[in-house]
């Protein structure tokens, strides 16, 4: 007996779990069904039962891939350059371990990217505190703030100088001379204690940002991957 697919109707067996051509899970009807009703194998044809999680086993998972991913892409790992990938191998790591421990089938990709979510919202706070924690370490307690100013002043406020005076060459007199007086101005809260601790800190900020994307896409990744290798084995 053959039955059409909601979604794309084409014509697939009645006892199959999922559409061959699209992927869209269907409900599959049981012979030991109580006369008059259906009992759906997994779920339904909305797939609502693989769009929930189960948040306990969610967390642990989460957190057992969140620390080291945060560790991994804070300012103490010598691996930092790779955090996002490491962000997005933790998220999808998260997700298969859920997956293993619930035995689903397949989940959906907005369930992924919500278990992806947690586990960057997880790393992305602990790079972001041990990250500070390391600069105030460094800054206070082994007394390396000269070293400290002057990679700040190389890398961030020469530069500045640089892009100022690119941008002051291409305008005419009465223009730069405003703009020169804008540019002092910002230059001068840069060069404050505020500027300074202003940049380390949105800098931290802008890290666990790009963490919590890539792991909400790392997440989703694992979900849709692990979905066709569960469905191959259907």
Not at 8 to 24: E, F, K, M, R, S
Not at 46 to 75: C, F, H, M, N, Y
Request: neutral net charge; proline residues 4%.
């Amino acid at each position: 007996m053959e039955v059409t697919c909601t979604r794309c109707h084409q014509a697939i067996q009645a006892d199959n779990c999922y559409c061959p051509a699209c992927g869209l899970p269907q409900l599959v009807y049981m012979a030991d069904a109580p006369s008059g009703q259906t009992l759906p194998e997994r779920w339904d044809r909305e797939g609502r039962d693989a769009g929930s999680v189960d948040w306990k086993p969610a967390l642990k998972a989460a957190i057992l891939l969140a620390i080291p991913a945060g560790l991994l892409t804070s300012g103490i790992s010598p691996l930092a350059i790779l955090g996002l990938f490491w962000m997005t191998l933790a998220a999808a790591w998260a997700v298969a371990l859920y997956m293993r421990s619930q035995r689903p089938a397949w989940i959906t990709l907005g369930a992924g990217a919500r278990i992806g979510l947690v586990t960057g919202l997880l790393a992305g706070w602990l790079a972001f505190g041990v990250s500070g924690s390391a600069l105030f370490v460094q800054r206070f307690l082994l007394h390396q703030a000269s070293q400290i100013d002057e990679a700040y002043k190389t890398l961030v406020l020469d530069k500045f100088q640089e892009k100022a005076q690119q941008m002051l060459a291409g305008m005419g007199p009465s223009d730069a001379a405003q703009v020169q007086t804008q540019l002092a101005q910002i230059q001068a809260w840069m060069q404050s204690p505020e500027g300074h601790a202003g940049f380390w800190a949105f800098g931290f900020v802008l890290n666990s940002l790009f963490l919590l994307i890539f792991a909400v896409a790392g997440g989703a990744l694992g979900a849709r991957w692990l979905a066709r290798a569960r469905k191959s084995e259907v």
